[in-house]
């Protein structure tokens, strides 16, 4: 007999809280099945427990009310059939506000249950809140457990956390600034703008065993806008874990970064706002179209609403995705997926785009014209782009950094890595009598090298100190009769990466830390 209308009402603030309490719960648990687990396990207990215990004191019943709101619930829909059975009047709007005169008068009225669950909701949500910013795991860093204070007179820090804000105490000062101090990072050019500053990052894990696995070790380089800088680096050096310390996925264990003058220590809130990332992993809904991504990634990164589906659709048609506007994320193909991606990563404008292995798993015609998108939109950004394809970063990058077990070995433009580090030119010539080749090229570079020589093909490797000889003897080659065609190549950048890796002490220390390297170091 009570009214319809209390009993939806009571439903719906009763399904407010308990949205508010799963997410509030899903900020404690690092596993989807624990949390599930834990939560319907709790749940139906306290409900089914306190729908056979009637004789609890006001006190408690108010209590147990204000912490859990099943509880409450349960309370609330005693009251109706109570209301029911003894005044065979029911709860109205006209008396929502008395308790049933027949009960013990223990029991709550039927509206302040309801300003229990408003209540519950608004405590769940604020949980929800503040245990995402303290609990290490919930993606980003973490908060000591007074933040909400204000105030650095408490240094409580939450289980599981690191200092973010003090240098490692096993960090060398000497390999931070080798690199730069052995000339292996290039001056970057008069009127560059950085646009991301990393200063001496460093994230350390602790494996099964309790040892420190350090992923990124004391790693320090600027970036600059309006280019693209190219991460380079074998299995484990620690490129997809430094993107994952700047965007703030992962914790900082020290050191820290300027974005475009927002510290990461202390900004990542608002860092946040102007980063765009495609991971290495496709993070699509199956059951999302392309377009709904894009409009709900242009509705999160703050684009206003009478543009987004025009800057979606011109987004989709830039990375070739025109076509499949309405396809499902399912049904795509892992070329396509990996569009989406970087769409996903460019959508909203940021000023800061991270791109980790955008081109794995397209076709050439595809990874080509990504590559004509990303060299038009870095202009007033700074892209990062890691690769394991060396002619993509040779093409896209303006400056190359490679990073070996978590440090910086080198930085510079491609020029630069070929120039110091390339084993030399290669000298190819077509002639049907390569001995006087060989004579007049020795007589320019006397310390080049003959790599192959047969009847109508000669090659030989000359050093990149040699270069100022170079008019002069192919001018006299080009004069010879016997000579149908001639080249010469510039090393390239794979080569320049096999040598740097294969010696692995260009940087001082390089050889300690690969012995000491272990495989389950992070990458």
């Known amino acids: 007999k009570s009214g319809a209308t209390l009993s939806l009402l009571l439903v719906a603030l009763f399904t407010c809280s308990m949205i508010a309490l799963v997410v509030c719960m899903s900020t404690l648990f690092a596993k989807a099945k624990v949390g599930v687990t834990f939560y319907t396990f709790a749940v139906m207990t ?20 204000l912490v859990w709101s099943p509880i409450t619930f349960v309370f609330a829909f005693q009251e109706l059939n109570a209301a029911d059975a003894y005044d065979k009047q029911g709860i109205h709007w006209s008396n929502m506000n008395q308790p049933v005169q027949s009960l013990d008068g223990s029991n709550l009225s039927l509206l302040s249950s309801m300003v229990i669950l408003v209540f519950n909701t608004i405590l769940y949500s604020m949980l929800a809140m503040y245990f995402n910013r303290i609990i290490s795991g919930n993606g980003g860093r973490t908060k000591t457990c007074c933040y909400c204070f204000g105030s650095t007179l408490f240094t409580i820090k939450p289980w599981g956390s690191n200092n973010n804000t003090t240098r490692h105490d096993d960090i060398n000062d000497d390999d931070i600034n080798d690199a730069c101090a052995n000339g292996n990072v290039e001056p970057p050019e008069i009127g560059l703008t950085v646009g991301v500053s990393i200063q001496q990052l460093c994230k350390v894990f602790k494996s099964v065993g309790g040892a420190e696995v350090r992923a990124v070790d004391g790693f320090s380089l600027d970036m600059y806008d309006s280019q693209v800088t190219a991460l380079l680096g074998h299995n484990g050096a620690g490129k997809t874990t430094t993107m994952s310390l700047l965007t703030g996925m992962v914790g900082v264990t020290s050191g820290d970064a300027d974005v475009y003058g927002l510290s990461l220590s202390k900004d990542m809130d608002d860092i946040r706002k102007i980063v765009g990332i495609c991971t290495q992993h496709n993070l699509l ?14 509705a999160i990164r703050g684009t206003p ?30 070329g396509m997926k990996r569009k989406l991606s970087v769409a996903l990563a460019l959508i909203g404008n940021p000023r800061v785009v991270f791109l980790d292995e955008p081109t ?16 038009d939109m870095k202009r007033g950004r700074t892209v990062v782009l890691t690769t394991h394809h060396m002619d993509e970063a040779d093409l896209l990058g303006d400056r190359i950094a490679i990073m070996s077990h978590g440090k910086l070995q080198v930085c510079g433009s491609s020029l630069f890595l070929k120039r110091r580090f390339g084993v030399g030119y290669n000298l190819t010539i077509d002639t049907s009598i390569p001995k006087d080749v060989v004579h007049i090229v020795q007589k320019h570079v006397d310390d080049a090298i003959v790599n192959e020589m047969t009847d109508d093909l000669l090659s030989m490797s000359l050093k990149m100190s040699s270069q100022p000889s170079f008019p002069d003897m192919l001018d006299e080659i080009d ?27 260009v940087v001082k220390g390089g050889a300690e830390r690969r012995r000491k390297s272990s495989s389950s170091l992070l990458h």
């Open 46 to 65: 306290s409900a089914v427990l306190f729908n056979y215990v009637t004789n609890v004191a006001l006190s408690l019943r108010v209590f147990l009310s």
């Open 479 to 505: 004069s010879l009769q016997h000579v149908s065609s001639f080249g010469l190549e510039m090393p390239t950048l794979e080569e320049v990466f096999i040598r740097l890796s294969q010696a692995g002490d």
């Open 305 to 334: 609403n009478m543009l987004i589906d025009q800057e979606a659709i011109d987004l989709a048609t830039k990375v070739g995705l025109g076509t499949k506007l309405h396809a499902h994320a399912m049904s795509l193909s892992g």
């Open 360 to 375: 794995a798993g397209m076709d050439p015609e595809s990874r080509h014209e990504l590559w004509n998108l990303i060299t």
């Open 285 to 298: 809904w199956e059951k999302l179209t392309v377009l709904e991504h894009l409009q709900l990634f242009g």
